[in-house]
């Protein structure tokens, strides 16, 4: 069975605190994705990654960055919190068979930033 | 930008009833994929279906179908025989074969609510 696991489902932290969002896929899935998604404005892509150390900006990387040191795990991070990056995120992967483009999400962490 | 509209903010049906969520797209590109998910209450995002662009047939996977109609750049999500567990949040998303390597651009989202 697929699996993609994050590593907190609530995480609540302080302004300007440096904040580390772990995912994990066990499919051998080429491909990571990290978005965020709030009320009314649907998913929004941060950043993407198709391969070891290999990244790419999605539509809103302003105040993260990401690291894939290992083709399994896939982190996020918030330099320094604020605010505004209260929000559900969500990790996925994909790039298996049959649909290579089939992306299987993580259960999603709900960070809150006081 | 190139997007993904549901115009569709919230939707009510009724138990045993069909319903069609409605979704359209903006692309250049001649190669893309279609994808509908589901979101309950639960936050995890479920897989429901996809429709590549040159797939001659609509998609189908047990109770859902998609309702292609690529020259209106249509892929509306029908639900036949609804069931109070299909209350949720449903995206639509589409990939683009001849651009990056299979990032999603998503809608906004309706919220299905299926009424006893």
């Known amino acids: 069975d697929v699996k993609v696991t994050q590593s907190s489902r609530y995480l609540v932290k302080r302004t300007g605190e440096k904040v580390f969002l772990e995912c994990v896929q066990d499919?051998?899935?080429?491909?990571m994705f990290w978005y965020r998604q709030d009320p009314g404005l649907g998913l929004r892509l941060i950043y993407f990654?198709?391969?070891?150390?290999?990244?790419e900006k999605g539509d809103i990387p302003e105040g993260y960055s990401v690291s894939r040191e290992k083709k399994e795990r896939f982190s996020l991070i918030l330099e320094s919190a604020s605010t505004n990056q209260t929000s559900m995120y969500l990790c996925?992967?994909?790039?298996?068979?049959?649909?290579?483009?089939?992306?299987?999400f993580g259960p999603g962490t709900r960070l809150t930033v006081l | 930008a190139q997007k993904i509209t549901q115009t569709q903010p919230g939707m009510f049906v009724q138990e045993k009833e069909a319903v069609t969520l409605d979704c359209t797209y903006d692309?250049?590109?001649?190669?893309?994929?279609l994808f509908w998910y589901k979101q309950p209450s639960s936050g995890e995002m479920i897989f429901l279906i996809y429709q590549g662009s040159y797939d001659q047939q609509n998609a189908t996977e047990g109770r859902y179908s998609l309702n292609f109609q690529k020259a209106r750049k249509s892929a509306n999500l029908v639900i036949s025989a609804s069931q109070l567990g299909d209350s949720a949040m449903y995206f639509c998303a589409r990939t683009d074969y001849g651009g990056s390597q299979g990032n999603l651009i998503f809608g906004k989202g309706t919220k299905l609510s299926v009424k006893p």
């Open positions: 996925a992967s994909s790039g298996g068979q049959p649909s290579y483009n089939e992306q299987f």
């Open positions: 692309t250049s590109d001649p190669s893309y994929g």
């Open positions: 499919m051998d899935h080429e491909n």
């Open positions: 990654s198709y391969d070891v150390k290999m990244k």
